[in-house]
C-alpha cells in the first residue's frame, strides 16, 4: 500500500491564497492587526490635514484630497513593515493540507458563516396626527425664511454624519476583508522571493499589487466623498478652513 505524500503540492496561487487564509484565521487576529493598522492610517491622514492647514492650504476640498492621498502612502507603507515583521513566520509552505484547496474550505467555512438574525418587529399602534393639509401649507407660506433656516441648520450636523459613516463603511470594509489581503501579500511576497517552491512554476508578483486591487475601491471612493463634503462645507461657510469652523458658524 502506497503511503500518500506528506505535503500535496499546491498547484495554484488562488489555493496558496485560501490556504494562507485559512492559516491566518487560525494561528492569528488579522482583522485586529488591520484594525491598528486603519486606525493609524486615519491618525496620519488627520495629521497630514492639520499640517497642511498650518500652511496655508485654506480650501477643504483640497486638503482632504491630499489628505486622503497622504494616508494611502502610509497604509501601504504599514503593509510593507506588516509583511516585513510577519513574513519569517510563513516561510515553510509545509503547512499546506490538500491540493484542491479543502483544507482552507474547512478552516474558513466558520469565518463566512454567521447566524440568521430577526428583523421582524412589532407595528406601531399609535395614533400619530400630522396635522391637515391646510395647516401644513398654512405654515410655510406663513415663515418660508424659517423653514430655509432650519433646513440649512440641520444640513451641517447631516453633512458631518454622512462624513463619518462613509469613513467608517470604507474602515470596516478594509478590516473585514484583512485575512484574505494578508494572505494574499505574504503569498505574493514568498513566490517572489523564491521562497514558495510548490508555486515556482507561477509567474510571480510584487505583493502590492494584490494590495492595491483590494484596497484603492474604497480609498478613492472615500476620497470623493470627503472631498465633495469639504467642497460643499465652504460653500456653507466660505470664511470656514476647517470642520470645526463650520460647526462654530451656525
Known sequence: MRTPPA????????????????????????RVQMFILVSLTGLAGFGASVAMLAAGVDAMALRYTLAMG?????FLLLLWLWLRTSAADYLDPGWVGNADGSAAAKDGAA???????????????????????DSAIGAVA????????????????????LLAVGIALSSLFVIWSAPILFAEILVDALLAAGLYRRLRVLEPQHWMLAAVKRTIVPFVLTTLTVAVIGWGMQAYAPEARSLGEVLSSR
Open 7 to 30: 505535503h500535496p503540492r499546491v498547484a495554484t496561487r488562488a489555493t496558496a491564497v485560501q490556504l494562507m487564509r485559512a492559516r491566518l484565521l487560525r494561528e492569528g487576529f488579522p
Open 70 to 74: 497622504v494616508a494611502y502612502i502610509v
Open 111 to 133: 469565518d463566512f458563516s454567521g447566524g440568521g438574525g430577526s428583523f421582524d418587529g412589532g407595528g406601531a399602534s399609535a395614533n400619530v396626527d400630522f396635522g391637515t393639509k
Open 142 to 161: 406663513d415663515s418660508p425664511l424659517g423653514l430655509v433656516a432650519e433646513a440649512e441648520e440641520a444640513a451641517v450636523p447631516l453633512v458631518v454624519i
